[in-house]
């Protein structure tokens, strides 16, 4: 029986690979054609409780203008963790919660029990795929390029692992593995384990912020089919802490650095970081940002702001103001037609709701508390 469930799983895993084979040969992985979910996406919010004794995604229905409504709380499967020294965020990160909007997935880590979960989004409700293992030790953030999957394991100096996703399932690749070789005694925790991890737009390279913990932004090449190739180029950023990222539509990154600047770099071809701009935001511990197009947000965790910026066809910076929140703004999630801005607000486990206006200032809709989630991070919106 044993070894009859084995070669069934090699059948599927061989089947997985033929079929991203089959997706990759047919585009480059800057040339892909958009894909649509087979099940629309509602207009919703997702937030994530990363709960201790019981990790948990709270829903949302978004109305028209906005304001959200509680439409029901799913279980992940899986335990919440919470890193030394953390208050607000317990994880420290960026990319616990993690939206594929081309499938209708949503990935939540599981950072308590070394696991993630993969939901299917079906109305205004989540459908419970799977609960896979994360390849390491404190998963924290998540990636999505297609048909390829990333996690970043905060603990024991850092790892990613990578994935194909078949259907609504993830399977490891053993050969997608990184340690990323950090300090594992580095102190205080929540400071020196690794932020997030992404994929640049055109899918060829996987990059790794490890904030205090080397001052710097890994960036691994991959291969046609996500696979990583070689050792990472380590980009290091001196008296920086870079904690987590995002992309302009030119593929070039903005990058939050948590004294207190948000900073645009090229990614080049050899992995390394061309820098283009830099801003101080004028707050402190500015460590999350989301993106709108060309306009991005920063917060301000430890000045209950966010910073605005618009960015050029030249990575140039233009400061748009701040906006108040409520206390400790941590992570944030824009809607899917870039109309709504919502921010986890982390000393009190709450959600702050923007409308983003026509010159990029946002004005403040509504409040919402989530509840069982001081503390937590991860938000996703449709």
């Known amino acids: 029986m044993k ?18 084979f089959a997706a990759t040969a047919v585009a480059s992985p800057g040339h892909q054609k958009p894909q649509h979910p087979s099940h629309p996406l509602p207009e919703a919010v997702f937030v994530q409780t990363n709960d201790p004794a019981g990790n948990s995604v709270v829903a949302y229905d978004r109305a028209s203008d906005g304001s959200l409504s509680e439409a029901g709380a799913y279980a992940t499967g899986g335990l919440g963790g ?36 993969v939901f299917a989004v079906r109305g205004n409700g989540l459908q419970r795929r799977q609960v896979v293992r994360s390849g390491g030790d404190f998963p924290v953030s998540v990636a999505v390029h297609g048909k390829v999957v990333y996690v970043l394991n905060a603990r024991g100096g850092g790892s990613v692992q990578g994935y194909i996703r078949f259907g609504t399932k993830l ?11 950090l300090d594992p005694e580095a102190a205080p925790e929540f400071v020196n384990t690794p932020g997030q991890v ?31 190739r070689g050792a990472a180029t380590v980009n290091e950023l001196p008296e920086t802490v870079p904690f987590a990222f995002a992309f302009d539509p030119r593929g070039r990154l903005v990058l939050t650095e948590a004294a207190g600047n948000v900073a645009t770099f090229d990614v080049n071809g050899d ?13 402190a511990a500015t460590c999350w940002i989301v993106a709108i197009g060309s306009t991005f947000y920063a917060s301000n965790t430890g000045s209950d702001t966010l910073s605005g910026y618009d960015v050029d066809g030249g990575g140039l910076l233009s400061a748009l103001g701040d906006t108040s929140t409520g206390p400790a703004p941590i992570d944030a999630a824009a809607s ?37 989630s001081a503390g937590g991070e991860g938000i996703a919106a449709s």
């Open 271 to 283: 992995g390394t970081l061309g820098a283009l701009d830099l801003k101080e935001t004028g707050g």
């Open 3 to 20: 070894a009859t469930a084995r070669l069934a799983g090699v059948a599927v895993l061989a089947f997985a690979l033929a079929a991203l």
């Open 82 to 117: 919470a890193l030394e020294g953390a208050v607000v965020d317990r994880l420290a990160s960026q990319g616990a919660l993690t939206l594929d909007r081309e499938s209708g997935l949503l990935y939540a880590v599981n950072a308590g029990s070394d696991t993630v979960t």
């Open 198 to 228: 992404g994929i640049s737009p055109d899918g060829r390279k996987l990059l790794v912020t490890t904030k205090a913990n080397g001052h710097a932004v890994d960036v691994f090449a991959l291969n046609r089919f996500g696979g990583i």
């Open 336 to 372: 899917a037609d870039g109309q709504h801005l919502y921010v986890q607000t982390g000393a009190d486990g709450g959600v702050d709701e923007f409308r983003v206006n026509g010159d990029g200032s946002l004005t403040q809709i509504g409040s919402i508390l989530v509840p069982g």
């Open 171 to 181: 399977f490891p690749i053993r050969s997608w593995r990184r340690d990323l070789g």
